[in-house]
């Protein structure tokens, strides 16, 4: 046999086997690869709460990996190649005038410098206390002493790109012990999740600091005997008091955080608690005095495991706890659907009961309400005022549109409150006792009230013709004569309104009461924010940047920033402006009000609200792909039936909604 014929024999055999160990060697190297993409920063939440899933020795690693791939500031544009499956958020990116260009970012740096001007104090006057008190340049520990200031601002210090502050920020950090109180207070379980865990989390997702983790989860397992009750409601106190009375928003407001820990931890047991609490607040009825599907009401005794007072409110006690309902949707990104269908149920609930409208004008008015009595209160306070954001927000998601409208009514109510007051800013709580508002109606919103009493009378009246009509006015108009209510006895009515007062339709009898504290609150800027994100309407940033302007002129001291006591003061020759402020300054101001300002002036795609869900503290995670699977290893369960609500005979209500 000659070599030539040989070779021609055995040549294919010897290609193919040649090409079988090059396949051989590739699927190797990708199954390799593939098993260690799990360190990835974008990969699957289904892995963080497996029950066989393990605590990361190296954490950090799943941030540092992927940062080599990216421009240094991406981290701000979310989980790299994410892509919801829930509808789009915000507007599509438009081109920037260089004009407009110039005015944000000018807008943007002054925002930058008041941070930078509060951290200052802070850092020289009350480092690693919880708070630094503006004006007296002293210390408050309320929070447990663990730094609630210093802890609350990371994420806004990465926001804004101070990094060397953030790495000081961070050393000091290190140093707190979560296992013992400043002056061994009692601590306030709700606060220190929204505020110490939320914002040691959010730091950890923008910085990959391995320390931040550690001492979230040491913060976690400090916090896990306050759930130790009857059906895994948290104690409001924890430490030296603890009762069993608690508020719904502090039952409702542990799942981002709880959520996001078990998935970098890869200890379910967070996830878990936070997944009963939704199944047992949706599960409650009429035995647990749950009144009206969807309106919780605020107080709660943790140990019966029932709500012990019958108002429902979106404002104090009650609103982060509705605005988690949509956000754990989010953070799931729409893979569980209880949590969507407990906001659609608390949303309608609000809009038939609580929300009020003033004929001829665009303002709504979002009351607490007496579930039993089915009565409202006329007040409404600053805290409601990140309804706006969260109701545009559900809009786009679900394609509700007339809650985007509700959405820009309410917000425009809210900035009215700054408007109408002497100092620009809002009060803590307002009273609209004098205005004749109505119940929210679609077919009857910014109308006037001529106009809705006319279509009223049409309605029951079909063949009535234009002399009947004209009637009917006017016996109307007399009934208002004789049925004007004035403000209760001792209500603390302003004199002195702004000129905003007589440029607002219906607001002729209106005379501002409550509280005039203004609190450094940042519900306003926050739905300005959220708003101007879905909408590009610049009057959001306008609006801003007088709430802005107003806070330099009339809260700013040489350490930092201070509330002040009257929103109404006037500053004379014998009375400065000082002499109007609290020497207090929440550890909010820096997390939430100035990062919302922040990001009102920023880009579009600088923590866009497609690829991040803020915590009630403003605190931002990232939202990241969920599977089923993910779901299921949370031991989510479906709810138990519920009891089957009476409606009372004022339920039925026309469509044409009577007037107050």
């Not at 190649?81 to 005015?103: C, H, M, T, W, Y």
């Not at 060397?164 to 601590?187: H, K």
């Not at 706890?321 to 953070?331: D, R, T």
Request: net charge negative; aromatic share 12%; proline share 5%.
């Amino acid at each position: 046999m000659s070599w030539p014929k040989v070779r021609q024999r055995w040549r294919i055999p010897i290609l193919l086997a040649v090409v079988v160990l090059v396949v051989l060697q590739y699927l190797a190297l990708s199954i390799h690869e593939s098993s260690n993409s799990g360190s990835q920063l974008n990969h699957d939440l289904g892995d963080a709460y497996d029950q066989d899933a393990r605590v990361s020795s190296k954490p950090s690693e799943k941030v540092e990996e992927e940062e080599i791939e990216r421009k240094p500031h991406t981290v701000l544009q979310g989980v790299k190649g994410f892509n919801a499956r829930l509808p789009k958020i915000q507007r599509p990116q438009v081109d920037e005038s260089p004009e407009a260009k110039v005015v944000r970012e000018y807008r943007q740096q002054a925002v930058k410098n008041a941070f930078n001007h509060t951290w200052t104090g802070y850092r020289k006057y009350a480092f690693k206390h919880d708070e630094v008190k503006p004006n007296t340049n002293g210390t408050v520990d309320g929070f447990g002493g663990w730094g609630a200031t210093l802890v609350d601002s990371l994420s806004t210090m990465l926001v804004m790109g101070f990094q060397d502050e953030f790495n000081e920020a961070v050393q000091a950090i290190e140093g707190i012990n979560y296992n013992r109180t400043a002056n061994s207070v009692p601590i306030s379980v709700f606060e220190t999740i929204i505020r110490h865990l939320g914002g040691l989390l959010s730091a950890y997702e923008l910085s990959g600091h391995e320390i931040l983790l550690t001492k979230a989860e040491e913060l976690g397992q400090v916090l896990m005997p306050a759930f130790d009750t009857p059906y895994d409601l948290p104690h409001h106190w924890w430490y030296l008091e603890r009762d069993n009375f608690s508020l719904i928003a502090e039952v409702g407001t542990v799942q981002l955080e709880f959520m996001t820990l078990s998935h970098y931890t890869g200890d379910p047991q967070y996830a878990r608690k936070a997944q009963r609490i939704t199944d047992y607040v949706e599960s409650m009825g009429i035995e647990q005095n749950m009144h009206i599907p969807g309106l919780y009401p605020t107080t709660m005794d943790v140990g019966r495991g029932e709500f012990t007072n019958s108002i429902s409110s979106f404002g104090g006690a009650g609103d982060s706890a509705f605005e988690y309902f949509l956000k754990q949707y989010l953070l799931v990104d729409g893979t569980v659907p209880q949590y969507k269908r407990m906001y659609i149920e608390s949303m309608e609930g609000m809009r038939r009961y609580l929300l009020r409208q003033l004929p001829q004008s665009d303002l709504l008015y979002l009351t607490p309400y007496n579930t039993v009595s089915r009565t409202p209160e006329f007040v409404m306070d600053h805290l409601s005022c990140f309804v706006p954001g969260m109701l545009a927000i559900g809009a786009k998601l679900f394609d509700r549109e007339e809650d985007l409208l509700i959405a820009k009514g309410l917000l425009e109510t809210c900035v009215f409150m700054y408007q109408s007051s002497a100092t620009g800013l809002c009060p803590e709580r307002w009273t609209y006792y004098e205005l004749k508002t109505e119940v929210f109606n679609g077919k009857t919103y910014n109308k006037s009230l001529k106009e809705i009493r006319r279509d009223r009378f049409v309605l029951f009246h079909p063949h009535a013709d234009e002399a009947q009509i004209a009637a009917n006015e006017e016996q109307e108009a007399a009934r208002d004569q004789i049925h004007h209510t004035p403000p209760p006895s001792g209500q603390n009515v302003t004199e002195d309104m702004a000129t905003a007062v007589g440029k607002r339709p219906g607001m002729s009898n209106f005379r501002r009461g409550g509280d005039l504290m203004y609190l450094l609150r940042p519900e306003t800027v926050e739905s300005l924010y959220v708003l101007y994100r879905i909408t590009g309407d610049p009057k959001y940033q306008d609006y801003g940047w007088k709430i802005f302007e107003a806070i330099e002129k009339y809260c700013k001291t040489p350490t930092a920033y201070s509330s002040i006591r009257s929103v109404d003061f006037v500053p004379t020759e014998e009375v400065g402006v000082e002499d109007n402020q609290n020497d207090s300054m929440e550890s909010f101001f820096m997390a939430e009000t100035l990062k919302y300002l922040y990001l009102l002036f920023s880009e579009d795609d600088v923590i866009s609200l497609d690829k991040f869900v803020f915590n009630t503290e403003a605190h931002p995670l990232m939202r990241r792909p969920w599977t089923s699977d993910s779901a299921a290893s949370i031991d989510y369960v479906a709810p138990v039936q519920q009891t089957v609500f009476s409606a009372s005979p004022s339920d039925d209500s026309d469509d044409i909604a009577d007037v107050k």
